[in-house]
């Protein structure tokens, strides 16, 4: 209890290093990519401007990833560092298969993994090191590929079926852990679905899409395709993402419809916030900080193209502070 304590209070401490409302504000409103920029250093972001704003990114990046080890013996709080480490999984994989070159741009920070050991149990096809889940994947992409066509989709595919499976069981530790978790697969789930009927694809092939573990069962959402999408969209509104397929109905706009799913996810912790005796305040800053990354990524890029401000407004999230 004592380390829970002790972590969710560095969490409330390390939340007023945000960025917030005020900061991301300006750097939406920003008149040039350059003074977006000068928002991040003045605000300390990363390493003063160190490296560019991919360098200063990267050191976010890296900030968080230690901050993870740190609290990732905390009860279900370890689901979140293995999305690093099924995302190396994935990028050593298509290494493996010739599906890129120097997988290095393509890397995560270590989630529970060291990475070198990862790519040698990857190389060297020996996985009994890794987790059960991720050595079953990797296993029978290696079987599938044995006989059939190598493809990075098919890759990314095996493997998010593992990690899901696999932070869903970490993730029942701690309840709110869990929501975020299955909330993401719902999500998931109903964007496929909209976006393959939108490319009229086979049924079978939107089947072997799905992943299991959500409110909505696959057998639901299957039975949806055989829908119109208008159809769709007023039975999803009787799901557990009624919010985001209003949204898209809207517009049909994916931007808000995924900035929709990450406003739910963050609204679990954000109600619990102040809560020291569960996960909740740690969980919460560290989904926060990977929105604010995913925001200053998103505005820096359409501010260098000079894009309109509405495509940066439609795709901000909530804030956490």
């Not at 595919?157 to 869903?168: F, R, T």
Request: glycine share 8%.
């Amino acid at each position: 209890m004592a380390e829970l304590i002790y972590a969710a209070s560095i969490a409330r401490t390390l939340e007023n290093t945000l960025l917030g409302q005020e900061k991301i504000t300006r750097m939406v409103f920003a008149t040039s990519y350059e003074e977006g920029v000068r928002v991040l250093e003045e605000s300390g972001f990363g390493n003063a401007g160190e490296g560019g704003v991919d360098g200063m990114i990267a050191a976010e990046e890296a900030r968080l990833a230690r901050f993870m080890k740190e609290v990732g013996g905390l009860k279900g709080m370890q689901s979140f560092a293995l999305v690093n480490d099924y995302h190396n999984a994935k990028a050593f994989m298509k290494a493996k298969y010739g599906k890129t070159g120097d997988p290095s741009f393509m890397f995560a920070p270590d989630g529970t993994i060291d990475s070198a050991r990862l790519e040698d149990a990857v190389m060297n096809d020996s996985y009994e090191s890794l987790p059960e889940k991720m050595a079953d994947a990797l296993s029978g992409i290696d079987a599938y590929f044995a006989s059939n066509p190598r493809s990075g989709r098919y890759i990314d595919l095996m493997l998010d079926k593992a990690m899901y499976s696999h932070v869903l069981e970490v993730g029942r530790k701690a309840g709110s852990v869990e929501k975020y978790w299955k909330v993401e697969i719902d999500h998931a789930n109903a964007e496929t679905l909209l976006r393959m009927k939108g490319a009229g694809a086979p049924e079978k092939d939107f089947r072997e899409q799905l992943i299991d573990g959500g409110e909505i069962s696959p057998d639901t959402l299957a039975a949806l395709y055989e829908e119109e999408e208008g159809v769709i969209l007023e039975k999803l509104k009787y799901t557990c993402v009624a919010a985001a397929a209003g949204e898209y109905a809207a517009d049909k706009s994916f931007a808000r419809f995924e900035a929709c799913k990450d406003n739910r996810q963050l609204e679990i912790f954000k109600n619990d916030r102040y809560d020291v005796f569960s996960v909740a305040p740690i969980a919460g800053y560290y989904v926060a900080k990977k929105l604010e990354l995913k925001a200053v990524k998103m505005i820096t890029t359409l501010l260098k193209i000079n894009a309109d401000k509405s495509l940066i407004k439609e795709r901000l999230r909530e804030f956490y502070v």
